[in-house]
T-cell receptor, first 117, second 112 residues
Framework: DAGVIQSPRHEVTEMGQEVTLRCKPI?????LFWYRQTMMRGLELLIY????????DSGMPEDRFSAKMPNASFSTLKIQPSEPRDSAVYFC???????????????FGEGSRLTVL | KQEVTQIPAALSVPEGENLVLNCSFT??????LQWFRQDPGKGLTSLLL?????REQTSGRLNASLDKSSGRSTLYIAASQPGDSATYLC???????????FGTGTRLQVTL
């Protein structure tokens, strides 16, 4: 398996522009997570999905952030409009289930480094 | 609110040394605890996962222990190698479907 695949790996954009980050989870994993990593705040959970349904989006910082999972193999995280303080590395991770229960083990993608000027 | 602390923030050791990384958490009602490794510019790789009912887990030269009552975990690395150089993060799962709270990590450098 290719693992969790994220694109783009690097994105530089100007303040006010729309940014869309993409993620392909590992096939068969029922959980998908979006995390953000910054030097100041470390890793923070933004939102997670179970079977394509958003379960908890309490970590999404503002209404400018939105996430979708239209099918089991694709998710997007959108920021509109982007601001310099959104600059961070955004990670997608997926997790399998065993017997219908989440195993707790996370598999991370290599991240999308976002710079908003 | 769960808080996870890792000490030290950075550590440099010569090759071959055994070392211990520390992780503490404020709420002992956890589902599991994981140790991850992060190389520069890369994602996180899960090293060890300890369920709340377990005391330790081992994988090769790595051994992780968990003391829920005291809110502590340690990651022991035996016979360190330059390839072990990375940032090590611990994360606790409060049981809400892998909603992990991460520590800020320990940056390890193993020198020749």
């Amino acid at each position: 398996d290719a693992g969790v695949i994220q694109s783009p790996r690097h994105e530089v954009t100007e303040m006010g522009q729309e940014v869309t980050l993409r993620c392909k989870p590992i096939s068969g994993h029922d959980y998908l997570f979006w995390y953000r990593q910054t030097m100041m705040r470390g890793l923070e959970l933004l939102i997670y999905f179970n079977n394509n349904v958003p379960i908890d989006d309490s970590g999404m910082p503002e209404d400018r952030f939105s996430a979708k999972m239209p099918n089991a193999s694709f998710s997007t995280l959108k920021i509109q409009p982007s601001e310099p303080r959104d600059s961070a590395v955004y990670f997608c991770a997926s997790s399998p289930t065993t017997g219908g229960k989440n195993t707790g083990e996370l598999f991370f993608g290599e991240g999308s480094r976002l710079t908003v000027l | 609110k769960q808080e996870v602390t890792q000490i030290p923030a950075a550590l440099s050791v010569p090759e071959g040394e055994n070392l211990v990384l520390n992780c503490s958490f404020t709420d002992s009602a956890i589902y599991n605890l994981q140790w991850f490794r992060q190389d520069p510019g890369k994602g996180l790789t899960s090293l060890l996962l300890i369920q709340s009912s377990q005391r330790e887990q081992t994988s090769g030269r790595l051994n992780a222990s968990l003391d829920k009552s005291s809110g502590r975990s340690t990651l022991y690395i035996a016979a360190s190698q330059p390839g072990d150089s990375a940032t090590y993060l611990c994360a606790v799962d409060t049981g809400t479907a892998s909603k992990l709270t991460f520590g800020t990590g320990t940056r390890l450098q193993v020198t020749l």
